[in-house]
């Protein structure tokens, strides 16, 4: 039974007030304590106090004109769900603390594997560790011993070979930002690594080349999520050839952070490889992560409350957006594109003046910017479903005229 005498682990004692904060915004944040109090203020006041700088001092991610990064808004559910989640706090490494995550998080692999051609999988705090995890298997479970990958591959993925004793080989890019196959030797005692959207210019390396390696990884942390769209699918062509593949969940499939998708073609062998057990733990811990959270639970709520099709249009609406803003900046003197976009990174930059120039113009969270070949380029990611293209363009005619 649920006990009440204290109040700080009730659900009674200051929500409705939280949510109220959620909806007015306050933006006159006052000094935080300069050391832990000794004391604690209470509840209440806490929020007070934090308000105006967790909401009013955040990047609005769902502003009208924010294109910058791969960080999406997020759908209410999945702000009800965390909550839920964060309340109950259960532990996916003990199937007995987290009766319904469990079911929760195999439900979610169980629907969204068999778009990329992949029949199992985990959940993990970002694509980031869900490369870790795939390179850590094509080690242990192929004995690979080099990685091979382009040179506009994630950092994640030098990271990741550094951390498992791999030999990490760069391959050149060829002019549309993918892996120059011709410059590709012997792979087929390796791991190669092809990007899905790469970070840069949202790029899709030749999946072509899945499968001709001793263990082919897919990094589609940013892109993977086109695979649901019947518009898109035939980009990431191939992907099932993939031993591995990376999808980043608080990227394009707009959930909360930390979540994020590892997924094998065979997940028995996979997980026979990453796999520890411990004499407490009733059941196998697969994969890097100990205690983890059911960051399935907010992807499970906006799998049901939008399905496939609500999910794809949002994902749509954005590569329109992108596409819509290319042809925009194409047609515009005093603009160089660097292409149409693939994956919705859309690289431009200015010729009438330095890039950093402009960039400092606009506002804060419109674009970001990118290094290619040593030259800086303004970028941009539709991962905003609630974006203004046409704002932004005004915007930019504004500050190129
Ligand atoms: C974002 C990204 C990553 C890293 O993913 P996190 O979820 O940030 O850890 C890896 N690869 C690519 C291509 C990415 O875009």
Redesign the pocket.
Known sequence: MRSNKDQSFSPNAGLEYAINLLRQVTFDPQHLPRKCPNSGLGELETMELLAPHILGRAARLDRSDALAH?DPPTPWITWVTALWNASLNQNLLHPATSPFALEAEKLVIDWLTPFFGMHGGHLCS????A?LTSLWAARDAAGIKRVVASKAS?L?IKKAARILGLTYEEIPTNSKGQIDAEQLNNISDACLVL?A???ATGSIDSLKLAGQAKWTHV?A??AGPLCLSPSHAHLLEGIEKADSVAV?A??WFFQPKDS?LVMFREPKKANTAISFGGGYLTSANIGVQGSRGAAAIPLLATLIAWGIEGLVERIDRTMSMATKLAEKLSEKEGIALWAMPTTGVTVFRPLTCRTEELHKRLPEGMFSSCLLDGETWLRSVAANPLADIDEIISTINDEIN
């Open positions: 791969m970002g694509s980031t560790l490369n994630h994640s990007t959207g790469t970070t990094d942390a940013w980043s608080h990227k994020a």
